[in-house]
Antibody, heavy 112, light 107 residues
Framework: QVQLTESGPGLVHPSETLSLTCTVSGFSLTGYSVYWVRQPSGKGLEWMGRMRYNGDTSYNSALKSRLSISRDTSKNQVFLKMNSLQTDDTGTYYC??????WGQGVMVTVSS | DIQLTQSPSTLPASLGERVTISCRASQSISNSLNWYQQKPDGTVKRLIY???TLESGVPSRFSGSGSGTDYSLSISSLESEDFAMYYCLQYATYLWTFGGGTKLELK
């Protein structure tokens, strides 16, 4: 059974770095790509980037300068780090497998 | 990056009605388009992939069509659980993008 679970701090201060973890089960990270999608509060879905099955990464052009995605295959985890957070980064962050299986999302609030 | 324009942004409709949501791409995306449903609790579900293939378990009242730059999602007879947000996504290029979303609401 494929499962993805996001975790991370619920509150981040402006200008700080967001660190999220996606823990997966039911499949191998060396066989499937994992994607990060976010939904800023009151807005639509935004594709952020991906960790491909072979370890390659790609990022949304608008976020590329602030975003980093990595993984630890031994722990079945994919990581997202985004720096210089601002209030409009507040929202829900999802990890997905191939955009077919989705986690429940984690809410992140950027506030002082 | 390819831009996707969804219309309408809000769609008031009644139970049993047939509705269609449009998604237009800024360039040809060669049928590389999925449709997603998001419920008010945030749960996201893929309904259709590759323009017209129904995800397993999705009711047959949902259908997708299109080609080139123009795509659509249709629901043949609305049921109460269908009132939600809908998004298209293109994966034709290295960088993927979502449409802006359509809120399907009860009239």
């Amino acid at each position: 059974q494929v499962q993805l679970t996001e975790s991370g701090p619920g509150l981040v201060h402006p200008s700080e770095t967001l660190s999220l973890t996606c823990t997966v089960s039911g499949f191998s990270l060396t066989g499937y790509s994992v994607y990060w999608v976010r939904q800023p509060s009151g807005k639509g879905l935004e594709w952020m980037g991906r960790m491909r099955y072979n370890g390659d990464t790609s990022y949304n052009s608008a976020l590329k300068s602030r975003l980093s995605i990595s993984r630890d295959t031994s722990k079945n985890q994919v990581f997202l780090k985004m720096n210089s957070l601002q209030t409009d980064d507040t929202g829900t962050y999802y990890c997905t497998r191939g955009l077919g299986y989705w986690g429940q999302g984690v809410m992140v609030t950027v506030s002082s | 990056d390819i831009q996707l324009t969804q219309s309408p942004s809000t769609l008031p409709a009644s139970l049993g009605e047939r509705v269609t949501i449009s998604c237009r791409a800024s360039q040809s995306i060669s049928n590389s388009l999925n449709w997603y449903q998001q419920k008010p609790d945030g749960t996201v579900k893929r309904l259709i992939y590759s323009t017209s293939t129904l995800e397993s378990g999705v009711p047959s009242r949902f259908s997708g069509s299109g080609s080139g730059t123009d795509y659509s999602l249709s629901i043949s007879s609305l049921e109460s659980e269908d009132f939600a947000m809908y998004y298209c996504l293109q994966y034709a290029t290295y960088l993927w993008t979502f449409g802006g979303g359509t809120k399907l609401e009860l009239k």
